[in-house]
């Protein structure tokens, strides 16, 4: 019914940090050696930019939920936009919210979470072939 309020509300409240942290961010840069001798820079990925990713689940995630709703005719244009609210069920409404709605937004931001340990993993390798390969030399 209106499931999709929560991760959408958790996505402007996320977008709002985002543009805060990534005005006080500066963009950072590490020297990589490769195996060849070559060495290289390489950006650091900021935090601003890893809670894009979150935006970007949780926008993502909303949009199709609402379709979804749209055309099941949950969501309609006209006020209250909501057909549980028309209709009197808006406990019902609330309930799902509740129940339904915070599960997707708390699989959304695991999703993330997991995204974030598989970055700092790869990261973490990366910069340990690095190391590696500066003390053989």
């Known amino acids: 019914m209106a ?10 409240i996320t977008t709002v940090v985002t543009k805060v942290i990534k005005s006080k961010e500066k963009e950072e840069t590490v020297k990589v050696s490769f195996a060849d001798g070559t060495v290289e820079d ?5 935090f601003s930019t890893k809670l894009g990713w979150l935006n970007k689940l949780l926008w993502g995630g909303s949009a199709l939920l609402a379709f979804e709703h749209v055309w099941h005719g949950e969501v309609v244009l006209r006020f209250p936009f909501l057909t549980a609210v028309e209709t009197g069920k808006t406990a019902e409404m609330l309930t799902e919210m509740g129940s ?5 937004a708390l699989l959304c931001t695991a999703v993330w979470a997991g995204m974030l340990i598989v970055s700092s993993v790869i990261k973490k390798r990366a910069l340990k072939t690095s190391k590696l390969v500066k003390e053989s030399a």
């Open 100 to 104: 339904a709605g915070v599960m997707m």
């Open 3 to 12: 499931c999709f309020l929560v991760p959408a509300a958790e996505a402007v």
């Open 42 to 46: 390489a950006i650091k990925i900021n």
